[in-house]
């Protein structure tokens, strides 16, 4: 019997994908991929997400490993290990390491460059832009970060140009010229995609989107999010569900987001 009991569990394992086995963590959320108005699960877990121009989501989980999505839909460990991740509409890939530097991605591993961060983001012409521990930005211009007006928590480049922020007192900016002018709004995480599209997250980890000139109140409920240049979003649901709610509820779940 105890045999028997160890073959079923064997073979019980081997249905899962390995990427899934490999991958999830004790503080991990689960990956949703929004197909139309749904939020659909994936095998997949983390705590950061960023997409690559092709859909598929790149993750770093909650022991700082960073995995990518290939062809079959498995996950892919790759080296090094991040706390942040950015893919430009481009395709390059930068990550904050654990030691907070800022690395690129060579297509076999991580090119370090200068400076240091805590969040990235990356714009259309593949340069990062990037707050770092003191809540500075900077933008990479010729090849050296210069620092920008303002302070920030998180930031989102736009494929369109523009830059997004969650400012030091979480509110949403966009930046106007040299300066930053308010969204309304309140947040956590943001990013940025087509046709002014800006999707944040709070610290109820509710998830909005601005449309019609105010943010929105979607379903579900995320730790990250991120959409590319083709409007492809991702999250990082919380473990008691994510984005498991169903289709977005315009007429129950709409509001400001003045959390």
Do not use: C
């Amino acid at each position: 019997m105890r045999a028997r009991l160890f073959m079923v569990v064997i073979a019980a394992l081997a249905l899962l994908p390995s990427g899934a086995v490999g991958q999830e963590q004790g503080n991990d959320g689960n990956l949703f991929r929004l197909d139309g108005q749904r939020w659909e699960a994936v095998d997949g877990y983390g705590v950061r997400v960023s997409v690559a121009p092709n859909g598929d989501p790149w993750v770093v989980n909650s022991r700082n490993e960073i995995w990518r999505q290939v062809s079959n839909g498995s996950f892919e460990k790759l080296p090094g290990e991040a706390r942040d991740i950015a893919i430009g509409p481009d395709g390059s890939v930068w990550i904050i390491g654990t030691d907070s530097g800022i690395y690129r991605w060579n297509q076999n591993n991580w090119d370090r460059v200068q400076g240091s961060g805590v969040a990235i983001s990356v714009d259309r012409s593949g340069a990062p832009w990037v707050v770092n521990a003191e809540n500075q930005i900077y933008h990479l211009v010729n090849g050296r970060f210069v620092m920008m007006n303002g302070r920030a928590r998180d930031i989102a480049a736009a494929p369109d140009g523009a830059v997004y922020i969650v400012g030091t007192n979480n509110e949403v900016y966009r930046l106007a010229g040299n300066d930053w002018q308010s969204m309304g709004g309140t947040a956590e995480r943001i990013t940025a995609g087509p046709n002014g599209t800006v999707w944040v997250v709070n610290n109820a980890r509710d998830i909005y989107r601005w449309q019609n000139g105010g943010f929105e109140r979607m379903s579900g409920n995320a730790m990250d999010i991120a959409i590319n240049a083709n409007g492809q979003a991702w999250i990082v649901g919380g473990r008691g569900g994510g984005g498991r709610f169903g289709d977005f509820n315009r007429g129950r779940g709409r509001g400001r987001n003045n959390n």
